[in-house]
């Protein structure tokens, strides 16, 4: 089946409405709006409105290519909505300068991860949730929960003392693999490094391997958080909105002093301005797309395929070995609420694992060989074998 990619999610200048998500005439989708609406009462942030924007716009797109209204949704739209986000997988578009008027989902695109299927169906079921609720909705939920059990009712033998579980089990959401977070090998990490075009690039990398800040929270720092005295950089947690100062290495701030004496004249001066802009004018603080965009030029010249993300993973990696660091300051470092999410940084690297198991292999390999190798019997005398065998023959 084709989907047309019709209608889409606008980012607004209205702090009441960050995003809106519009149909092909270019009216707002008000079911969505509300829940939209309600995200933000609960204090989430406009990048989470804005993911759960765009799992809504998925959604409604199919609705409107199988002529189904959104409060007349079943199981089975809902059960066909998630098998053809396994079969058709993520749209294919043209080029801009070969755009058409109306572009269509083609089949055969890049399959979408488990986990960007499990996280539709999470924001599919609240959506419909919340709107069951308010009475705005239909009564059956078309993504309902698994409440199978193998044949018994959920939280069957829970202590009934102890707070219900959250369940998020649902029918239709897949099973998510557990993966290991990706670190950057040292080699690799230096090839990148080395092809990074400014200042600026190499102030912001050595900051993200050094502090374990996420992308976006580095972005937040202003001028005056810079606080090279103390070799510490406050930035704004993603979700929590916490202002925290965090450690970073004496080489981060020498590049961020570099980055400082290039730039010049050509950024503005202030405590709460930005510390990050862009180096073309005229000068913007830099966004998280733009960062984003000068690691994946740095990673194409370097010939490697690492991300942004993974120099969080290689700094706590660094952290979590270091035998004189304890792992609960790794976890506040890295801003993590619950410390059993830090200790997947206890988990070996795939490098590290591979290296061993070769060196391993190799060992066996040897001790097989001197296992095997001819012994002459004992009591004959050397210069007898010489003669015999020749140089080396023991």
Do not use: C
């Amino acid at each position: 089946m084709s989907v047309p990619l019709v209608g889409q999610l606008v980012a607004t200048e209205d702090p009441w409405e960050p995003y809106r998500l519009i149909d092909p005439f270019g009216e707002p989708v008000d079911a969505v709006t509300a829940y939209l609406r309600d995200l933000q009462a609960y204090g989430r942030p406009a990048t989470t409105v804005r993911s759960y924007g765009m799992d809504l716009l998925r959604w409604v797109r199919f609705l409107w290519a199988v002529d189904v209204p959104w409060d007349r949704a079943t199981r089975i739209e809902a059960r066909d909505f998630s098998r053809w986000l396994q079969v058709a997988g993520q749209p294919t578009r043209l080029h801009w300068r070969r755009q058409v008027d109306v572009e269509w989902w083609r089949p055969g695109g890049k399959p979408y991860a488990a986990s960007v299927r499990a996280h539709s169906e999470t924001v599919l079921r609240s959506f419909y949730d919340f709107h069951r609720d308010v009475g705005s909705g239909p009564i059956l939920n078309p993504f309902p929960l698994d409440r199978s059990r193998r044949g018994r009712r959920a939280h069957e033998h829970r202590n009934p003392m102890e707070a219900p579980r959250n369940e998020r089990a649902g029918l239709y959401r897949p099973t998510v693999p557990q993966r290991v977070p990706r670190s950057v090998p040292d080699t690799e990490f230096n090839e990148i490094f080395a092809r990074l075009p400014s200042h600026r690039d190499r102030a912001l990398v050595a900051f993200y391997v050094s502090t374990g800040a996420r992308a976006s929270e580095l972005l937040t720092s202003t001028q005056g958080g810079a606080d090279p005295g103390r070799q510490l950089i406050t930035v704004v947690r993603k979700g929590t909105g916490e202002v925290q100062e965090l450690p970073a290495s004496t080489d981060a701030f020498v590049w961020l002093r570099l980055y400082q004496l290039e730039m010049g004249e050509d950024i503005p001066r202030g405590r709460k301005t930005p510390l990050w802009w862009t180096l073309r004018a005229p000068s913007k603080p830099l966004t998280y797309h733009a960062a984003h965009r000068m690691f994946e030029r740095a990673n194409t010249k370097a010939g490697t395929s690492a991300t942004l993300h993974a120099l969080r993973h290689t700094a706590a990696y660094r952290m979590a070995e270091d035998p004189n660091l304890p792992l609960t300051d790794v976890q506040l470092v890295l801003g993590h609420r619950l410390l059993t999410t830090t200790q997947i940084y206890l988990t070996p690297r795939k490098e590290e694992v591979i290296r061993r198991l070769l060196a391993h292999h190799a060992e066996q390999t040897r001790l097989a060989a001197a296992r095997t190798a001819p012994v002459p019997a004992t009591g004959y005398r050397a210069e007898s074998l010489e003669i015999l065998f020749g140089t080396g023959a023991r």
